[in-house]
C-alpha cells in the first residue's frame, strides 16, 4: 500500500517562505508521476506542479517562479519550495502519485494522495 505524507506546512508572514515535503513508502517501482496540488479554503482544488516519471516538470503558469518542485535522488521525497507568499497562498497542500499523463492539472487521476500540510499566510 503507497502512502504520502505531508509536512512542512505551517504559519508564516506574508513575503515568507516554506519548503513542503512528502515523503512516499510502501512501493517498489519509483518511476511514476508525484506531484502537489492545493485546496484554499471554500474554493476548488488547484494544480501546482508535477515531475513526471521521465523526469519532466510542469507548472501551472501563475505559480511558476515562486513554487518550485523537487524530488531526491531515491525518487521517494517530493519538495515544493513556495516563496514570496501572499494571503492568496493560504491553502491545504496535498502531494499525489501516479497518474498517466505526469502533467500537474491531472492530479485527479492520481492512484494516491496524501493527507494534506496546512499553509497559512498572514498579511
Known amino acids: 500500500q503507497v502512502r504520502l505524507v505531508e509536512s512542512g506546512g505551517g504559519s508564516v508572514q506574508a513575503g515568507g517562505s516554506l519548503t513542503l515535503s512528502c515523503t512516499a513508502s510502501g512501493y517498489t517501482d519509483s518511476s511514476f508521476s508525484m506531484g502537489w496540488f492545493r485546496q484554499p479554503p471554500g474554493r476548488w482544488r488547484e494544480g501546482i506542479a508535477a515531475?513526471?516519471?521521465?523526469?519532466?516538470?510542469t507548472y501551472a503558469d501563475s505559480l511558476k517562479g515562486r513554487f518550485t518542485i523537487s524530488q531526491d535522488n531515491d525518487k521517494k521525497i517530493l519538495f515544493l519550495r513556495v516563496s514570496n507568499l501572499t494571503p492568496e497562498d493560504t491553502a491545504m497542500y496535498h502531494c499525489?502519485?501516479?497518474?498517466?499523463?505526469?502533467?500537474?492539472?491531472?492530479?485527479?487521476?492520481?492512484?494516491?494522495w496524501g493527507q494534506g500540510t496546512q499553509v497559512t499566510v498572514s498579511s
Open positions: 499525489a502519485a501516479d497518474w498517466p499523463s505526469g502533467y500537474y492539472n491531472d492530479y485527479g487521476a492520481a492512484h494516491y
Open positions: 515531475i513526471d516519471r521521465d523526469g519532466t516538470i
